[in-house]
């Protein structure tokens, strides 16, 4: 299969947690998947649950991997 000449945002098949959104944030922008993770806990206390609904926002916009 040919490379993209840019990053696609897809959510992995493997190295799931749930649906993926945290694993593909992670492989897009280089960092560990731990990390979105834990920042996205963060972001959902400090918003008092809003950024909870960002999770199912991005799982139904986000393609998963081939």
Do not use: H, Q
Not at 30 to 41: E, K, N, S, T, Y
Not at 46 to 66: D, R, S
């Amino acid at each position: 299969m040919n490379e993209a000449p840019y990053k696609l945002l897809r959510r992995p098949k493997d190295d799931r947690v749930g649906a993926g959104v945290c694993s593909g944030i992670g492989r897009y922008f280089g960092i560990d998947p731990v990390l979105v993770r834990v920042a996205f806990v963060v972001l959902a206390a400090a918003t008092w649950g809003a950024a909870l609904l960002a999770y199912p926002v991005m799982w139904f916009l986000m393609p998963e991997e081939w």
